[in-house]
C-alpha cells in the first residue's frame, strides 16, 4: 500500500483525474474524486456554489432531486422545485421558466430511483446566468455525458454504477465560472474544494506548481488506484462503445423482461438502459423474490425506493454487468423464480 503522500500515488492521482476529465468530456481543472460516496458529491457541489438567500431551481422526479433540494433548503437557499410524476421525465423548459433569475440549477441527469433520463443539454442552452449543476451517479459511463459542450457548470458522479468500481468516491467537476460564485467560506471544512484542490491539483488551486500540495486529508489510495484503473478500461474500450454497449445490453433485458410479461415503468422515450424499473407481477413476493434470486443465483436487483417500495424492482445493466452473459442469467434465473 502506497502512503497518500507518495509520489507514485500523486502521478496516479494526477493520472486519475485526467483520465475523469476525458470521461465527463471537460477541461476543468477541477475535476477530482472527491472521498465519498455520491450523496457526498452532491453535497459537496451545493456546498460550493450556495449561499444563504440564492434562488436554486430543483428538478424533482424521484428520490434523488428530492434530496438535491433537501440539501439546498439546509445551506438557507430559497429553493423553487419543478416537479413531474416519478416515472416521468421533467420538461427542461419549465426548469428554465421557473424563476426569472436563479443562482442555481439543478437537476438529476439519470433518476436513480425511477430509470428515467432527464434531458441537460436544453437546460444548460437556456440557463442564462444560473450555474447548471448535475448529478451524474447513475449516467457517467453508461450513457453520453458532455459537461463542456451541454454547460454544465458542476457535475458529480459515483464509482460502483457504470465505472464499474467498488463504492467510497464521488467524481467531480467545476467549472471556472461555478468557482467564480463560490461563497468565501463554505459550511463544511472537509467539502470546501479550494481547500481540496491544494491537495488534488495546486494548479487549480492556485497556479502554484505540484510540489506545492498541501495536506487536506489523507486520499483513499486504494480506491483511487480502482477508479485510474476502471478509468483507463472505459477508455480503452472507448465511451462511443461503451454507451453502445449499455444500450444494446439495456434493450436486451427490457425486451426479455417484457417476454417474460413483466410491466416496464419508464416510458420509452426516456427509459434509461443502465437501470430498468420493472412492476412486482401480481402474486409476486417483492422481498422473496430479490431473496431467491440472491441465495440461488448470487443476482441481486434492486427493491423499489420512496413511494415504489415493494411495488417496483429496479434491475442495474451497468459496467462491466452491461453484458450479454449478465442479462442472459438474470433474465433465466427470473424466470425460474417467477415459475415463468
Not at 34 to 61: H, I, K, L, Q, R
Not at 168 to 195: C, E, I, K, V
Not at 268 to 289: H, I, K, M, N, S
Request: aromatic share 4%; with cysteine.
Amino acid at each position: 500500500m502506497l502512503g497518500h503522500l507518495d509520489p507514485e500515488f500523486l502521478d496516479l492521482l494526477d493520472e486519475t483525474c485526467d483520465r475523469l476529465r476525458a470521461v465527463f468530456r471537460t477541461g476543468n481543472r477541477l475535476t477530482l474524486p472527491v472521498s465519498g460516496t455520491g450523496s457526498a458529491g452532491m453535497e459537496a457541489a451545493f456546498v460550493n456554489v450556495v449561499s444563504p438567500g440564492d434562488v436554486v431551481v430543483v428538478g424533482v422526479n424521484g428520490l434523488f432531486g428530492e434530496r438535491m433540494a433537501e440539501v439546498a433548503r439546509r445551506l438557507g437557499a430559497d429553493v423553487v422545485t419543478v416537479e413531474a410524476p416519478w416515472g416521468e421525465s421533467l420538461d427542461p423548459q419549465r426548469l428554465v421558466e421557473a424563476h426569472p433569475a436563479p443562482a442555481v440549477i439543478a437537476v438529476v441527469h439519470a433518476e436513480t430511483s425511477t430509470g428515467v433520463r432527464n434531458d441537460v443539454a436544453p437546460i444548460g442552452a437556456a440557463k442564462g446566468g444560473a450555474l447548471l449543476v448535475v448529478d451524474c451517479v447513475t449516467s457517467l459511463g453508461g450513457i453520453e455525458v458532455d459537461a463542456d459542450g451541454w454547460g454544465i457548470d458542476v457535475a458529480y458522479s459515483a464509482t460502483q454504477k457504470c465505472l464499474g468500481v467498488p463504492p467510497g468516491l464521488a467524481p467531480f467537476t467545476m467549472s471556472p465560472q461555478a468557482r467564480q460564485h463560490r461563497p468565501a467560506r463554505p459550511t463544511s471544512w472537509y467539502l470546501d474544494l479550494d481547500l481540496i484542490a491544494r491537495y488534488v491539483d495546486p494548479a487549480a488551486a492556485s497556479g502554484k506548481p505540484a510540489s506545492a500540495r498541501v495536506y487536506h486529508h489523507t486520499a483513499p489510495v486504494a480506491m483511487i488506484a480502482a477508479l485510474h484503473a476502471g478509468l483507463g478500461l472505459l477508455l480503452d474500450e472507448g465511451l462511443d462503445a461503451v454507451w453502445e454497449r449499455h444500450q444494446r445490453s439495456g434493450r436486451a433485458l427490457q425486451d426479455g423482461l417484457e417476454a417474460l410479461g413483466l410491466e416496464l415503468v419508464a416510458p420509452p422515450a426516456y427509459r434509461l438502459p443502465q437501470l430498468t424499473t420493472v412492476r412486482v407481477p401480481p402474486g409476486a413476493d417483492d422481498a422473496v423474490v430479490r431473496r431467491a434470486l440472491l441465495d440461488r443465483y448470487g443476482i441481486e436487483i434492486g427493491a423499489g425506493a420512496g413511494p415504489w417500495a415493494g411495488a417496483v424492482w429496479r434491475i442495474g445493466c451497468m459496467g462491466p454487468g452491461a453484458s450479454p452473459a449478465s442479462v442472459a442469467l438474470l433474465l433465466a434465473a427470473l424466470g425460474e423464480v417467477l415459475g415463468r
